[in-house]
């Protein structure tokens, strides 16, 4: 039996990309932690019922959390420097976030004897999680890293496929052209449009190659399917800002390969 922690930047993020991962890893008989990293901001109600939420969501696969209760980017100063911005920015935007999560998770390894840790991958190029994917690769051996590719964002072409050609924020105008469309993009920056992402591209430095190696490509099977919905649709909160409505979330899911990938 292996011990396995999954390494959440938000409340949601590891239940809606690795579900299915997870409960056949927990069925095989492993330990499965989750630990939520940037889980506090304000309102407090607000992230109370996040909480809430995500409690379900592990009762439901029946595993273990924890969480370092750190700010979510919004409340943290990093947000003036970015006039607002957490997608499409690099961890040199705070430096003293990285610092302190990459603390956290070498004392988090020293406590406990994992066997394998997944990382996000950083897909989407959210601060948050390009934080915590950077400190994982700080703070563990590389052998034991698995990185995944998160939710919404893996779900727009291309987006996976260029996070993982690239060190740094790089797209390509076919990808540019999907983004605009995406939910999450028009909640979270309404006023890009295709010319701004254009534009964007045209400033941007050629990619820095990673040697990422492509590890799983999982699809829930039809009796795992309805456990997996029923997992990521706790998050009630979130589902219209990131899919458009739960319709849509249960129209796509099964179409969506969950992604693995190792150095």
């Given amino acids: 039996m292996a011990k396995i922690i999954f ?21 095989a008989g492993h330990e499965i932690e989750i630990l939520n990293i940037f889980n506090s901001g304000e309102p407090h109600e607000a992230y109370q019922e996040r909480m809430n939420e995500d409690a379900e969501a592990i009762k439901i696969l ?72 950077e400190a994982a690769i700080q703070s563990f051996a590389l052998s034991k890293l698995r990185f995944y590719a998160e939710r919404p964002y893996s779900m727009v072409k291309h987006q996976t496929e260029l996070r993982i050609k690239s060190q740094e924020f790089f797209i390509q105008e076919e990808c540019a052209k999907d983004l605009v469309q995406a939910e999450y993009i028009r909640n979270y920056l309404p006023s890009w449009t295709l010319k701004k992402f254009i534009d964007l ?30 997992a990521m649709s706790c998050y009630r909160s979130q589902i219209t800002s990131l899919f458009g409505s739960m319709t849509n979330l249960k129209a796509q899911i099964g179409n969506w390969s969950e992604d693995y990938f190792a150095f």
């Fill in 7 to 27: 390494l959440s930047p938000h409340l949601d993020d590891v239940v809606l990309s690795c579900a299915t991962w997870i409960m056949r890893l927990k069925k």
């Fill in 62 to 133: 029946d595993i273990q959390a924890s969480a370092f209760d750190l700010s979510d980017a919004p409340f943290r100063e990093v947000i003036q420097r970015t006039k607002g911005q957490i997608l499409f920015v690099t961890p040199d935007e705070d430096q003293e976030s990285l610092r302190q999560v990459a603390r956290l998770l070498a004392l988090k390894l020293n406590e406990n004897a994992y066997d394998w840790v997944y990382a996000p991958l950083g897909v989407g190029w959210h601060l948050d999680h390009l934080i915590v994917h």
């Fill in 201 to 230: 591209i045209r400033e941007q430095p050629a990619p820095t190659a990673r040697a990422f190696s492509p590890q799983e490509k999982i699809y829930p099977s039809s009796e795992e399917l309805p456990h997996v919905l029923r």
